[in-house]
DNA sequence: TCAATAGTGTCTGTTAGACATTATGGA
DNA sequence: TCCATAATGTCTAACAGACACTATTGA
């Protein structure tokens, strides 16, 4: 049992293994999420991973390595489990990107991520779990919409994020007691029906009150 | 950008680098969380950290090294977030240990985690942090009680881990309507006041029903 | 008897969800 | 006109929190 002071000596200490960030991207598409894993020239699909650069921080190079992969936006970024895999070390990081092409070959739909092993599919249902412990505590479903969206759009992304429908009534009423998003004098009409009202974020100005403890876990 | 296959050579693809587990332990001593900071020889105190050994997993290596600094049982350890730092990679785990003795001079106050510098209290905030949302959604303050406890025990230790009092009958009627503790026919009398119900975890047959989307999120 | 703690019953304001209704545009 | 979608009002059951009260022990 080793321990370690303030500044011990440079690269002194643990044992020396490599390290690699791994990235689960999803992206909402049409009604589902999709999964970014693009073939490699033999064809056969993967996770996107790289490795940190000397000196930059994790979280820098998940977002240069999910920049580079995907060439798009990348909505959100947030660190995951760290295992140790044959490789060495894996940093997993999750992310969201704002919706794909649809005929974007490197997508898959979410739910075929068993087909690139099952390695594989277990970090996504990790990522797909860490998005929804995000999405409770923090507006990260915000970022992947333009700045002005109506709130059946916010509604869908919830929905897609959660893998769930949610009640449209209540919905609304839990966004404007959090008077978390504010209303535009623009209307958008898409195809029939009576068009909707756009709205952006609220600059939050919000008290954060406490909730009471619910003990509603999952079954183990 | 490199994609890296399934079973990738050995230990290579990332930059080398050396691997360090960070500890943060907590416990309930009294009414206020303390923090496992043993002093070494020149009494300079730090929290516990160690490395993992060739071939062994992360969660393992960090209940060895917590089992060997405390010396006593971990109700629960769970991995945190990963980092570089000058000394490499440090994975940082937060733990929980039954009550240690009051008189452990290894122990200090959580909130005097200040003065091991500032990046110990980063971790330490970190950990609480994660003791908080892990609350929420798994049964880990029971792992600090024994099999049978009062329900004034229990609400102690949420009361400590969450840094807030709550309130009693409301605390006692979620307990009942998520039918997460049954009672014993033991009473336990401490001191003055009527005696305290002896409850116990019980098993659970609990379908976890789906909550509504609530925004009360912290303000950023 | 008093103090202290355990446990419970009742009330009230809030909220999630269900349902229904109105509003407004396109086909 | 009919249909589809947006937006909103009302009702109800559940729940959190407040409060008060009873129960049971030791001092």
């Known amino acids: 049992m080793a321990l370690r002071g303030r500044g011990g000596g440079g690269t002194g200490g643990g044992l020396r293994t490599s390290l690699v960030v791994d990235l689960v991207l999803l992206a909402p598409a049409g009604d589902r999420l999709?999964?970014?894993?693009?073939?490699?020239?033999?064809?056969?699909?993967?996770?996107?991973?790289?490795?940190p650069r000397a000196g930059e921080a994790l979280d820098a190079a998940a977002m240069r390595?999910?920049?580079?992969?995907?060439?798009?936006?990348?909505?959100?970024?947030?660190?995951?489990?760290t295992r140790t895999t044959s490789d060495g070390v894996s940093v997993l990081f999750v992310g969201l990107i704002p919706g794909p092409a649809a005929d974007d070959e490197r997508w898959i739909?979410?739910?075929r991520a068993a087909t690139l092993g099952a390695a594989a599919r277990h970090l996504v249902d990790e990522a797909t779990d860490a998005i929804g412990n995000w999405l409770d505590r923090s507006p990260i479903a915000f970022r992947l919409l333009p700045p002005a969206f109506t709130l059946s759009d916010l509604q869908d992304v919830y929905e897609i994020l959660l893998g769930r429908t949610l009640h449209k009534a209540s919905?609304?009423?839990?966004?404007?007691?959090?008077?978390?998003?504010?209303?535009?004098?623009?209307?958008?009409?898409?195809?029939?029906?009576?068009?909707?009202?756009?709205?952006r974020l609220a600059p939050r100005a919000r008290k954060s009150w406490r909730r009471g403890v619910r003990f509603d876990w999952l079954s183990e």
């Open 171 to 199: 919905f609304r009423r839990a966004l404007q007691s959090a008077r978390l998003v504010s209303p535009t004098k623009e209307w958008r009409s898409e195809g029939r029906g009576r068009p909707a009202q756009l709205f």
């Open 65 to 81: 390595l999910a920049r580079a992969a995907t060439g798009g936006t990348v909505a959100w970024l947030e660190q995951a489990r």
């Open 34 to 51: 999709a999964l970014f894993a693009p073939a490699d020239a033999s064809g056969r699909r993967a996770l996107p991973s790289g490795a």
């Open 109 to 111: 739909p979410r739910a």
